[in-house]
Antibody, heavy 125, light 113 residues
Framework: QVQLVQSGAEVKKPGASVKVSCKAS????????MHWVRQVPGQGLEWMGW????????NNAQKFQGRVTMTRDTSINTAYMELSRLRSDDTAVYYC??????????????????WGQGTLVTVSS | DVVMTQSPLSLPVTLGQPASISCRSS???????????LTWFQQRPGQSPRRLIH???NRDSGVPDRFSGSGSGTDFTLKISRVEAEDVGLYYC??????????FGQGTKLEIK
Protein backbone atom coordinates (compact mmCIF):
# COMPACT_ATOMS: atom_id res chain seq x y z
CA GLN A 1 0.00 0.00 0.00
CA VAL A 2 1.05 3.59 -0.58
CA GLN A 3 2.88 5.17 2.35
CA LEU A 4 4.71 8.45 2.82
CA VAL A 5 7.01 8.52 5.85
CA GLN A 6 8.48 11.86 6.84
CA SER A 7 11.50 12.78 8.92
CA GLY A 8 11.20 13.78 12.55
CA ALA A 9 10.49 17.06 14.28
CA GLU A 10 13.00 19.89 14.00
CA VAL A 11 13.83 22.95 16.07
CA LYS A 12 15.60 25.75 14.24
CA LYS A 13 16.72 29.30 14.95
CA PRO A 14 15.48 32.25 12.90
CA GLY A 15 17.51 32.66 9.74
CA ALA A 16 18.44 28.97 9.53
CA SER A 17 17.23 26.40 7.00
CA VAL A 18 15.35 23.14 7.45
CA LYS A 19 15.19 20.12 5.16
CA VAL A 20 12.30 17.67 5.50
CA SER A 21 12.40 14.26 3.85
CA CYS A 22 9.52 12.13 2.63
CA LYS A 23 10.15 8.48 1.80
CA ALA A 24 7.60 6.92 -0.53
CA SER A 25 6.75 3.24 -0.55
CA UNK A 26 4.16 1.16 -2.35
CA UNK A 27 4.68 3.05 -5.60
CA UNK A 28 7.48 4.58 -7.67
CA UNK A 29 8.29 8.15 -6.71
CA UNK A 30 8.95 9.18 -10.31
CA UNK A 31 5.44 8.25 -11.44
CA UNK A 32 3.52 10.89 -9.49
CA UNK A 33 3.74 14.56 -8.56
CA MET A 34 4.69 15.29 -4.96
CA HIS A 35 3.14 18.25 -3.17
CA TRP A 36 4.19 20.04 0.00
CA VAL A 37 1.55 21.56 2.27
CA ARG A 38 1.95 23.24 5.63
CA GLN A 39 -0.33 23.89 8.58
CA VAL A 40 0.46 26.57 11.13
CA PRO A 41 -0.81 25.46 14.57
CA GLY A 42 -4.52 26.14 14.86
CA GLN A 43 -4.80 27.26 11.24
CA GLY A 44 -5.73 25.77 7.89
CA LEU A 45 -3.84 23.95 5.15
CA GLU A 46 -1.53 26.03 2.96
CA TRP A 47 -0.31 24.71 -0.38
CA MET A 48 3.42 25.36 -0.83
CA GLY A 49 4.28 23.76 -4.15
CA TRP A 50 4.85 20.58 -6.13
CA UNK A 51 7.68 18.72 -7.76
CA UNK A 52 7.74 16.37 -10.73
CA UNK A 53 10.10 13.71 -9.34
CA UNK A 54 10.77 12.37 -12.84
CA UNK A 55 12.02 15.60 -14.41
CA UNK A 56 12.88 17.58 -11.29
CA UNK A 57 10.57 20.41 -12.36
CA UNK A 58 8.99 22.36 -9.52
CA ASN A 59 6.36 25.02 -8.98
CA ASN A 60 5.88 27.04 -5.80
CA ALA A 61 3.30 29.35 -4.37
CA GLN A 62 4.37 32.97 -4.79
CA LYS A 63 4.61 33.35 -1.01
CA PHE A 64 7.54 30.90 -0.85
CA GLN A 65 9.34 31.97 -4.00
CA GLY A 66 13.08 32.12 -3.43
CA ARG A 67 12.90 30.36 -0.05
CA VAL A 68 11.72 26.84 -0.85
CA THR A 69 13.63 24.15 -2.72
CA MET A 70 12.06 20.82 -3.60
CA THR A 71 14.34 17.97 -4.67
CA ARG A 72 14.36 14.20 -4.79
CA ASP A 73 16.63 11.16 -4.72
CA THR A 74 15.04 8.62 -6.99
CA SER A 75 17.49 5.90 -5.94
CA ILE A 76 15.89 5.81 -2.50
CA ASN A 77 12.35 6.88 -3.50
CA THR A 78 12.60 10.00 -1.33
CA ALA A 79 11.50 13.60 -1.84
CA TYR A 80 12.83 16.60 0.07
CA MET A 81 11.62 20.10 0.88
CA GLU A 82 14.07 22.70 2.13
CA LEU A 83 12.89 26.04 3.50
CA SER A 84 15.50 28.73 4.07
CA ARG A 85 15.68 32.02 5.97
CA LEU A 86 13.29 30.67 8.57
CA ARG A 87 11.10 33.04 10.60
CA SER A 88 9.01 32.42 13.67
CA ASP A 89 5.85 32.39 11.55
CA ASP A 90 7.24 29.39 9.65
CA THR A 91 6.53 27.29 12.74
CA ALA A 92 4.15 24.69 11.35
CA VAL A 93 3.54 21.06 10.52
CA TYR A 94 4.86 20.33 7.03
CA TYR A 95 3.25 17.56 4.99
CA CYS A 96 4.29 15.81 1.82
CA UNK A 97 1.35 14.57 -0.20
CA UNK A 98 1.13 12.55 -3.39
CA UNK A 99 -0.44 14.20 -6.39
CA UNK A 100 -1.70 12.78 -9.64
CA UNK A 101 0.28 10.56 -11.98
CA UNK A 102 2.41 12.39 -14.50
CA UNK A 103 0.15 11.50 -17.43
CA UNK A 104 -3.10 12.44 -15.69
CA UNK A 105 -4.53 9.01 -16.33
CA UNK A 106 -5.76 8.13 -12.86
CA UNK A 107 -8.33 9.41 -10.44
CA UNK A 108 -5.95 11.79 -8.76
CA UNK A 109 -5.34 14.07 -11.73
CA UNK A 110 -4.97 17.63 -10.39
CA UNK A 111 -5.66 16.33 -6.89
CA UNK A 112 -3.87 14.89 -3.87
CA UNK A 113 -4.55 11.43 -2.53
CA UNK A 114 -2.03 10.18 0.07
CA TRP A 115 -0.43 12.24 2.84
CA GLY A 116 2.61 11.83 5.04
CA GLN A 117 2.29 11.92 8.82
CA GLY A 118 3.61 15.49 9.01
CA THR A 119 6.82 17.02 10.37
CA LEU A 120 6.66 19.72 13.03
CA VAL A 121 9.18 22.48 12.43
CA THR A 122 9.57 24.93 15.30
CA VAL A 123 11.42 28.18 14.69
CA SER A 124 12.52 29.82 17.91
CA SER A 125 15.46 31.78 19.20
CA ASP B 1 -4.96 33.77 -7.90
CA VAL B 2 -8.02 31.63 -7.30
CA VAL B 3 -9.55 32.14 -3.87
CA MET B 4 -11.55 29.35 -2.25
CA THR B 5 -14.11 30.46 0.34
CA GLN B 6 -15.78 27.97 2.66
CA SER B 7 -18.84 28.48 4.82
CA PRO B 8 -19.63 28.10 7.55
CA LEU B 9 -16.28 28.14 9.32
CA SER B 10 -17.81 26.44 12.35
CA LEU B 11 -20.55 23.84 12.10
CA PRO B 12 -22.15 22.42 15.27
CA VAL B 13 -24.34 19.43 14.39
CA THR B 14 -26.47 17.02 16.41
CA LEU B 15 -25.59 13.35 16.03
CA GLY B 16 -27.69 11.72 13.33
CA GLN B 17 -28.57 15.03 11.69
CA PRO B 18 -27.35 16.16 8.24
CA ALA B 19 -24.56 18.64 7.65
CA SER B 20 -23.61 20.74 4.66
CA ILE B 21 -20.46 22.70 3.85
CA SER B 22 -20.20 25.21 1.03
CA CYS B 23 -17.10 25.97 -1.02
CA ARG B 24 -17.04 28.82 -3.52
CA SER B 25 -14.23 29.65 -5.93
CA SER B 26 -13.41 33.11 -7.28
CA UNK B 27 -13.11 31.65 -10.81
CA UNK B 28 -14.75 28.76 -12.60
CA UNK B 29 -13.17 25.39 -11.83
CA UNK B 30 -14.07 23.83 -15.16
CA UNK B 31 -10.84 22.75 -16.84
CA UNK B 32 -10.19 22.78 -20.59
CA UNK B 33 -10.78 19.01 -20.70
CA UNK B 34 -14.32 19.49 -19.36
CA UNK B 35 -13.55 18.10 -15.89
CA UNK B 36 -13.80 20.04 -12.64
CA UNK B 37 -10.91 19.40 -10.27
CA LEU B 38 -12.44 20.09 -6.88
CA THR B 39 -11.36 17.87 -3.98
CA TRP B 40 -12.65 17.53 -0.40
CA PHE B 41 -10.49 16.46 2.55
CA GLN B 42 -11.27 15.52 6.13
CA GLN B 43 -8.76 16.10 8.94
CA ARG B 44 -9.60 14.43 12.22
CA PRO B 45 -8.01 15.86 15.38
CA GLY B 46 -4.32 15.04 15.53
CA GLN B 47 -4.29 13.31 12.15
CA SER B 48 -3.11 14.04 8.64
CA PRO B 49 -5.75 15.04 6.10
CA ARG B 50 -7.57 12.27 4.27
CA ARG B 51 -9.16 12.64 0.87
CA LEU B 52 -12.90 12.05 0.76
CA ILE B 53 -13.97 13.17 -2.69
CA HIS B 54 -12.28 14.17 -5.93
CA UNK B 55 -13.58 15.71 -9.15
CA UNK B 56 -16.55 17.20 -7.28
CA UNK B 57 -18.46 14.01 -6.56
CA ASN B 58 -16.22 10.93 -6.79
CA ARG B 59 -16.01 9.31 -3.38
CA ASP B 60 -12.73 7.62 -2.49
CA SER B 61 -12.50 3.97 -1.59
CA GLY B 62 -13.46 3.34 2.04
CA VAL B 63 -15.31 6.64 2.45
CA PRO B 64 -18.79 6.05 3.89
CA ASP B 65 -21.63 6.72 1.49
CA ARG B 66 -23.12 9.26 3.90
CA PHE B 67 -20.55 11.67 2.39
CA SER B 68 -21.45 13.19 -0.96
CA GLY B 69 -20.16 16.02 -3.09
CA SER B 70 -21.96 18.15 -5.63
CA GLY B 71 -21.76 21.41 -7.50
CA SER B 72 -20.45 23.00 -10.66
CA GLY B 73 -18.64 26.06 -11.94
CA THR B 74 -17.86 28.06 -8.82
CA ASP B 75 -20.25 26.61 -6.22
CA PHE B 76 -19.68 23.28 -4.49
CA THR B 77 -21.11 21.44 -1.51
CA LEU B 78 -20.04 18.60 0.75
CA LYS B 79 -22.95 16.88 2.47
CA ILE B 80 -23.03 14.39 5.31
CA SER B 81 -26.41 12.70 5.41
CA ARG B 82 -26.27 11.66 9.08
CA VAL B 83 -23.40 12.91 11.20
CA GLU B 84 -21.57 10.37 13.37
CA ALA B 85 -19.12 11.03 16.20
CA GLU B 86 -16.15 10.01 14.01
CA ASP B 87 -16.96 12.84 11.58
CA VAL B 88 -15.70 15.49 14.02
CA GLY B 89 -12.82 17.46 12.56
CA LEU B 90 -11.87 19.95 9.91
CA TYR B 91 -13.02 19.82 6.30
CA TYR B 92 -11.21 21.49 3.41
CA CYS B 93 -11.94 21.98 -0.24
CA UNK B 94 -9.09 22.34 -2.73
CA UNK B 95 -8.95 23.33 -6.39
CA UNK B 96 -6.48 21.85 -8.87
CA UNK B 97 -8.06 23.18 -12.04
CA UNK B 98 -5.87 26.26 -12.13
CA UNK B 99 -2.69 24.19 -12.30
CA UNK B 100 0.18 24.79 -11.69
CA UNK B 101 -1.21 26.57 -8.63
CA UNK B 102 -3.43 24.79 -6.13
CA UNK B 103 -5.56 26.46 -3.47
CA PHE B 104 -7.26 25.28 -0.28
CA GLY B 105 -10.32 26.73 1.35
CA GLN B 106 -9.83 28.04 4.86
CA GLY B 107 -11.46 25.01 6.47
CA THR B 108 -14.71 24.23 8.28
CA LYS B 109 -14.71 22.85 11.81
CA LEU B 110 -17.45 20.28 12.40
CA GLU B 111 -18.33 19.58 16.02
CA ILE B 112 -21.07 17.73 17.82
CA LYS B 113 -23.64 19.84 19.63
Amino acid sequence: QVQLVQSGAEVKKPGASVKVSCKASGYTLTGYYMHWVRQVPGQGLEWMGWTNPNSGDTNNAQKFQGRVTMTRDTSINTAYMELSRLRSDDTAVYYCARGGDLYCSGGSCYSIDYWGQGTLVTVSS
Amino acid sequence: DVVMTQSPLSLPVTLGQPASISCRSSQSLVYSDGNTYLTWFQQRPGQSPRRLIHKVSNRDSGVPDRFSGSGSGTDFTLKISRVEAEDVGLYYCMQGTHWPMYTFGQGTKLEIK
